[in-house]
């Protein structure tokens, strides 16, 4: 008889958030300027944004579901085009895209659903791409011990393509590769592949 294992993923409870406080700050920001609150389709702007950035940085809990490899199955296990959303750190703009995250497995196997469920965890925070790249493909390598990740990112920045350089349509491809991808050709090839992402 298996069983499964799983391990809880929480936020931090106290997140620190005080939307009364965040509220005061939204409407001061927009004073500042020069953009007036006092019209009723914008009196409840200031708390609107509060609400929206206390949702884009609180990340749903989740069970890390693991099983038993009991087929013994040893090819890439892969989820294309999960839906990321996160915050830049830089001008707190959003940045979106898709992830596709792989691996391959060692003595356990993972639910499905988990993979987007960690890229999201990961993605409701100020982020800088490279560092949310990198932090999926390590925390998946640490909690299930497969024999290699792969994780690549593709995604569009609104502080370039809305501002600054205005470079719209332009994305930012990043990649991180651990074990059995980084080290082998073939395997890595093969993650490229299957991605759809041309190295």
């Known amino acids: 008889m298996t069983h499964s294992t799983a391990l809880r993923v929480v936020h931090q409870p106290d997140t620190g958030i005080d939307l009364e406080a965040a509220e005061r700050a939204a409407g001061q920001l927009l004073r500042?300027?020069?953009?007036?609150?006092?019209?009723?389709?914008?009196?409840?702007?200031?708390?609107?944004?509060?609400?929206?950035?206390a949702e884009l940085f609180t990340p749903r809990p989740f069970d890390l579901t693991t099983f038993p490899n009991d087929e013994g199955y040893d090819e890439m296990v892969l989820a294309r085009s999960i839906p990321v959303r996160s915050v830049c750190e830089h001008h707190l703009l959003p940045f979106v895209g898709v992830a596709h995250v792989g691996y391959l497995p060692g003595e356990r196997i993972l639910g499905l659903s988990k993979l987007a469920r960690i890229v999201e965890h990961f993605a409701c925070r100020p982020q800088v791409q490279e560092r949310l790249t990198k932090q999926v493909a390590d925390w998946l390598s640490?909690?299930?011990?497969?024999?290699?990740?792969?994780?690549?990112?593709?995604?569009?920045?609104?502080c370039m393509t809305l501002r600054g350089a205005r470079a719209t349509g332009a994305s930012t491809v990043t990649s991180t590769l651990l074990g059995t991808l980084r080290d082998d050709a073939r395997s890595r090839q093969e993650f490229f592949s299957l991605t759809g992402v041309h190295r």
Request: avoid cysteine; aromatic fraction near 2%; hydrophobic fraction near 35%.
């Open 142 to 158: 640490e909690h299930l011990q497969p024999k290699g990740v792969g994780v690549v990112i593709e995604a569009e920045h609104t």
């Open 32 to 53: 500042a300027l020069g953009i007036s609150t006092d019209s009723e389709s914008l009196s409840g702007t200031p708390g609107r944004i509060a609400r929206a950035y």
